[in-house]
């Protein structure tokens, strides 16, 4: 949720992705309860948005409503930029995402069929999570955007976007309800959105749903899988939370994303702060990979609805048939991938250390969280 350093988020971390995640017991959080403390929000929902979560609401590609819904593969949505056209980078245009959504909901818009390549879906005790793939130029995210996170913080504290808020049904599959704390990140190539259902003592829903690693994007935030070309529903356990590596001699390193920044404080002063250490290793990838079982492969989601499919204004660069610009080799509809995979292919971990450090020297500027 820190604007200037969230441009670098999602796609440099899909490298991070590239070393696999270590094999490690599983985390043991003590019992998930849905009722604690930081996990159902009964406050007001955001000015822009219905009153509750609904199917069925008029298609609006330009609307500003900000509730988005996390229920299953088919039946989500992610937040996106709100200018139609859009060219400005994810970092700067959080604070006014729109909410985007598989299906007619929420008064949102609708994601277009033909955007996503791969989508898949998971529910822990502790979180449920979506991690997709695709051209997301096609909800106005600017080509080759590395993308940016929203929460429910934000500089402001009022949420990034402001107003957003969140529903899943995932508790029963039917009752609709409002989660304090969730995380999204978004690049002109990958989505991950996850929701916390459940805390316990160990795993506080603030901790399993951590908002200050912007720049650590969805691989290395929320593991899981991010294979492309394939959709599924699985049940997992919950990750260990993000930035935590427990060590052999029992303690927990934290891992705490470097920025530092200033802000005016409430007399008119300006207060400076530092995050994390610029000394700091910034850890390759996760600490682990949850496991997932029951899993359930689908062909791919629709919701055939023609009358959003984009036509030419904004996916030029990547779009499925023109494309000759992006470098790309495929020109399927997975050519939003392509932004990213100019990365993946051939980064050795050397140049991946030395583009997050290259990174976190920019965020001089970085507001605060
Ligand atoms: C779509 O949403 C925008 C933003 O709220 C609004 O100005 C516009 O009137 C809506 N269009 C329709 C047809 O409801
Ligand atoms: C909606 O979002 C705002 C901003 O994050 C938050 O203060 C409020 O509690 C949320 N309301 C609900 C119902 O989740
Ligand atoms: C790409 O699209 C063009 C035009 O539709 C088509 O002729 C060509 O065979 C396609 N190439 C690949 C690799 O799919
Ligand atoms: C395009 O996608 C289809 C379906 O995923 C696949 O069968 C085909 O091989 C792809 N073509 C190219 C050129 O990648």
Known sequence: MIASASKIAVGLIALAGLVEAQSVPRFVYGTPNPNAPGVKSRNKNGATNPKSAQL???INQTSVSRLASINSIDDWCTFGPEPVPN?????????????YCTKARNNARVIPDGTLTAVHFVKTPLYVQVMALGDFTKINMAPGDLGGELDPHGATNMGNP????????VADGKTDVFYQEWMNYIS???????VCIAGTDIAPTPLECQHQLDTMGCNWVMPGNYADNSFDTCDGDAAYPPGLYPQPDGSTSTFQQFFTGTYVGAGGSVISYTN??????????????????????????????K????????????SSSTSSSSGSSNNNSSGGSSSSSSFNSGASRATVAASFVAAIGLFSAALMF
């Open 307 to 318: 009358a959003i499919m984009p036509t030419t204004t904004m996916s030029t660069a990547v």
């Open 276 to 305: 994390g250490s610029p000394t700091q290793t910034t850890p390759q990838s996760a600490y682990s990979l949850p496991s997932t079982s029951n899993c359930v492969t689908t062909s791919s989601i629709s919701n055939g609805i």
């Open 87 to 99: 060219t400005q980078q994810m970092g700067d245009i959080e604070q006014t995402t729109v909410a």
């Open 56 to 58: 069925n609401t008029p």
């Open 162 to 169: 402001v107003g957003g808020n969140v529903t899943s049904n």
């Open 188 to 194: 002109s190539s990958q989505v991950c959105f996850r």
